[in-house]
């Protein structure tokens, strides 16, 4: 009787957050389902700070750190990033929660940015004419160039 009361009381305080991963989830199986593997690079053809986690995290899953560092250096902090928010917000310290985070965006860009300006576009894309909104914007443009 008491697990009960202990799981319905998590739940109550950690649900939203399963059903925002499970929603996730549900809708990255659907885009992969029509070809999309990134759907801030399909709307805008431009990568995000996080491009290449998923195929680092894959990497690290086989043993293979090097291609795990390839594809994106910082994987290794997210797993001790995501416990101390975790453990910061569990013990209602913001100040250390709001650094651990500032941190971590800070780390984040500065990657992204070091990646997008300075190696070779192989990881990190900027192509926002590949994008869908470009592509709607060539097609109304067309569309509408007739009338």
């Given at each position: 009787m008491g697990k009960v009361i202990i799981?319905?009381?998590?739940w109550s305080k950690?649900?939203?957050i399963v059903s925002l991963c499970g929603?996730?989830?549900?809708?990255?199986?659907?885009?992969?389902?029509?070809?999309?593997?990134?759907?801030i690079k399909f709307l805008f053809g431009v990568s995000c700070p996080g491009c290449?986690?998923?195929?680092?995290?894959l990497r690290?899953?086989?043993?293979?750190?090097?291609?795990?560092?390839?594809y994106h250096p910082l994987w290794v902090?997210?797993?001790?990033?995501?416990?101390?928010?975790?453990?910061?917000?569990?013990?209602?310290?913001?100040?250390?929660?709001?650094?651990?985070?500032a941190t971590f965006c800070v780390l984040m860009f500065a990657v992204y940015?070091?990646?997008?300006?300075?190696?070779?576009?192989?990881?990190v894309v900027?192509?926002?004419?590949?994008?869908?909104?470009s592509k709607i914007i060539r097609f109304l443009s067309r569309v509408l160039s007739f009338e």
């Open positions: 799981l319905k009381s998590l950690y649900g939203h929603a996730v989830a549900f809708t990255y199986a659907i885009m992969r389902l029509f070809g999309i593997s990134c759907p290449g986690m998923t195929r680092a995290f690290v899953l086989q043993l293979d750190f090097s291609a795990a560092f390839y902090i997210i797993p001790p990033t995501g416990i101390l928010l975790f453990l910061f917000r569990l013990k209602k310290k913001e100040t250390a929660f709001c650094i651990t985070l940015f070091y990646r997008m300006l300075c190696l070779p576009q192989q990881i900027f192509a926002p004419e590949n994008s869908l909104f």
